[in-house]
């Protein structure tokens, strides 16, 4: 059986985009993996919204992600990405967050250039560290690698805000002569800027599709069509989830049954009533 990282790097070999709606816990990322998605991706935005309903700017720690990530990644056969921020420290620190996702179960994961305290890639106020520290960050997350963590590595920048296309561009190409598995440059703010990044790597690269964010939301063929090879729906379960619990809770509090509700015969099936029943009867 193939390890979580051989999978993504198998999925990464075939051709074609791949769609990647991003979950925030065990229930999410079952619910992607039975709606026939080959991939998902623990959101750090949304753990941090819905473990502490706290923003993304790095208030949650590296070890209640990991906590977080052991949960989903055991939920689910498919591979996960994990949101690893920037590692959780210097380059060190990045070495050990890699080993310890691997453990966990990630097929891969996510370091950025930010300065900490991070923040969510498409809000305003964020910061990067300079081009030698962020390439040293990507180093030991490859030291990590070949030392035995057997984790991909996605290496992601936020300098398009504070310094430019152009850097955001050349931090890029350094994440992949270091060797990154999969870039990701975030945020970028046209059409052009997304074909000029995807002309320009060689790894595979992510876009990021956040409703109403500063990147152009795009169809999946026109993301596919432009070079890119994942893209990521980060916000848009938790966005539907807080939508329908608000539908509810408004039905509720007007005495109105709630309308839109999954029958309790298949809440049940998804979190495995029948087969704990299977397992249970063989021991009696």
């Not at 993304?56 to 989903?72: C, F, P, V």
């Not at 106020?125 to 030392?147: I, L, N």
């Not at 300098?159 to 350094?174: I, K, M, P, Y």
């Not at 790894?203 to 069509?225: D, F, R, S, V, W």
Request: with cysteine; net charge negative; hydrophobic share 45%.
């Amino acid at each position: 059986m193939m390890s979580s990282a051989e999978s993504l790097r198998a999925l990464l070999a075939k051709p074609g985009l791949v769609t990647m709606p991003c979950c925030f816990d065990a229930l999410s990322a079952r619910l992607v993996e039975s709606a026939g998605f080959p991939l998902t991706f623990m959101s750090g935005f949304a753990v941090s919204a819905t473990r502490l309903a706290l923003p993304d700017t790095g208030l949650i720690s590296y070890a209640e992600m990991l906590d977080q990530g052991r949960d989903i990644c055991a939920a689910v056969r498919i591979p996960v990405i994990g949101d690893a921020d920037t590692g959780y420290g210097n380059a060190v620190n990045v070495k050990r967050t890699l080993q310890g996702y691997a453990r966990a179960g990630f097929a891969c994961a996510m370091i950025e250039d930010q300065q900490w305290p991070k923040r969510c890639g498409h809000t305003d106020g964020k910061q990067v560290v300079s081009r030698d520290e962020a390439f040293a960050r990507v180093r030991a997350a490859v030291d990590a690698q070949r030392e035995g963590a057997d984790v991909l590595i996605l290496a992601r920048t936020d300098a398009r805000q504070t310094h430019g296309f152009d850097e955001a561009l050349a931090r890029v190409r350094g994440f992949e002569e270091i060797g990154a598995d999969i870039v990701f440059l975030e945020a970028p703010e046209s059409v052009d800027e997304m074909r000029a990044f995807c002309q320009a790597a060689r790894a595979p690269t992510l876009a990021n599709m956040i409703e109403n964010g500063k990147t152009p939301l795009l169809a999946p063929a026109a993301l596919e069509e432009l070079g890119f090879k994942i893209a990521a729906y980060p916000l848009t379960l938790l966005s539907s989830a807080v939508a329908a619990m608000q539908a509810t809770l408004r039905d509720l509090s007007r005495g109105i049954p709630p309308r839109q509700l999954v029958p309790f015969t298949e809440l049940q099936e998804l979190v495995g009533f029948a087969n704990y029943d299977r397992e249970r009867a063989r021991y009696e």
